[in-house]
């Protein structure tokens, strides 16, 4: 059992916050933190001349309000929002903040190694704890 799980919350087409939400409550200790963690990486510079004024701060609050949703019902719960490139933001995250277990959420790539997306793949080969890779069924 873990006392401080780390549940990174990913908006691509196949990730699954619920599933990842239900393996953290199956491993986590009695009391222990749970975080749900976004990373807002950057945006491709030839799209940032077709994006509207202000859509970083909205996407930004849209992703922390549903954060804050998810968490809901969940004991020591917390939501961080943050920027940058995903691999390391989470990593960076896991040791600053003594995480014992990262639930991260996997697509399946097609033929890389391991089996993981690119994300998923560079937490599980350099995290200092635990890693849980939730896949997406079917």
Not at 60 to 72: F, G, K, P, T, Y
Not at 96 to 124: E, F, N, W, Y
Request: net charge negative; with cysteine.
């Amino acid at each position: 059992m873990y006392t401080h799980l780390l549940i990174t919350v990913g908006y691509h087409e196949g990730q699954d916050a619920d599933q990842s939400l239900k393996i953290a409550r199956k491993l986590a200790a009695p009391g222990a933190r749970i975080t749900l963690l976004h990373v807002m990486e950057p945006a491709p510079v030839f799209a940032l001349s077709y994006l509207p004024d202000g859509w970083r701060e909205d996407m930004r609050s849209a992703i922390e309000a549903d954060l804050v949703h998810l968490a809901e019902g969940l004991e020591n719960a917390a939501s961080v929002v943050t920027e940058g490139d995903a691999a390391h933001e989470i990593l960076d995250f896991a040791d600053l903040q003594q995480v014992d277990c990262i639930v991260i959420s996997s697509h399946r790539p097609g033929t890389q190694s391991l089996m993981l997306g690119s994300t998923a793949s560079k937490v599980v080969g350099r995290a200092q704890c635990a890693v849980h890779v939730a896949r997406r069924r079917g």
